[in-house]
């Protein structure tokens, strides 16, 4: 599966909208983009996922880029209970599908 | 939604002793599960792949010996560590896979905090 790379740490103001990058300029055609947050001493909780149509739901929207090689989670309206680590993960279709974490990003909604 | 549990949430025990750890999947069946061990202040590490009527998955460097997965059913995993050590202290999560075709979202557990004395 694909590395993905993202910021460590981020802002963002109770309210706003959050943009959380991530680059994944190795993806392959087959490898799905997923979203996945963890906070803090609780089991990670799944946002999003795509291929390479943008998409939304009641949590997020997700964009990504029209060569995949980046995409960027939005929150439209970034709530205190927002603060976690987010973690971008790329999956591919094959095998045990599981799923590999990185270091993600830890993002903190200031009031 | 999907609801994934886990049994104890935490649990302190003597160093050599097993622990045994279960993770179900209240309202799916799942082929599926996966267990992670989350040191502080780190990413979740994935230990081990686990099969519904088959022998797990090992990732490298990980004990199979050490760490026992049993998925007996569809709805349940369990992780047992065996003599365990003060390192074996960590947070362990499971996940489940729904279904088992490609693109499905994998579910996990709360975790659970294991204290080895």
């Known amino acids: 599966d694909a590395k993905t790379t993202q910021p460590t740490s981020m802002d963002c103001a109770e309210g706003r909208a959050a943009n959380l990058p991530c680059n994944h300029s190795t993806i392959s055609g087959n490898e799905y983009v997923y979203w996945y947050r963890q906070i803090h001493s609780q089991g990670p909780q799944y946002i999003i996922h795509?291929?390479?149509n943008n998409e939304t739901n009641e949590m997020a929207s997700l964009i990504i880029t029209e060569d995949r090689k980046s995409s960027t989670l939005i929150l439209p309206h970034a709530t205190l209970r927002d603060t976690a680590v987010y973690y971008c993960i790329v999956r591919g279709l094959q095998g045990a599908q599981k799923l590999v974490f990185g270091q993600g990003t830890r993002l903190t909604i200031n009031p | 939604g999907a609801v994934v549990s886990q049994h104890p949430s935490r649990v302190i025990c003597k160093s050599g002793t097993s622990v045994k750890i279960e993770c179900r999947s209240l309202d799916f069946q799942a082929t599926t599960m996966f267990w992670y061990r989350q040191f502080p202040k780190q990413s979740l590490m994935l230990m081990a792949t686990?099969?519904?009527?088959?022998?797990?998955?090992?990732e490298q460097g990980v004990e199979k010996d050490k760490f026992l997965i049993n998925h007996a059913s569809l709805t349940l995993s369990t992780l047992t560590v065996t003599s365990a050590h003060p390192e074996d202290s960590s947070f362990y999560i499971c996940s489940a896979k729904r279904g088992a075709s490609g693109g499905n979202e994998q579910f996990f557990g709360p975790g659970t905090r294991l204290t080895v004395l």
């Open positions: 795509g291929l390479k």
């Open positions: 686990s099969n519904e009527g088959s022998k797990a998955t090992y």
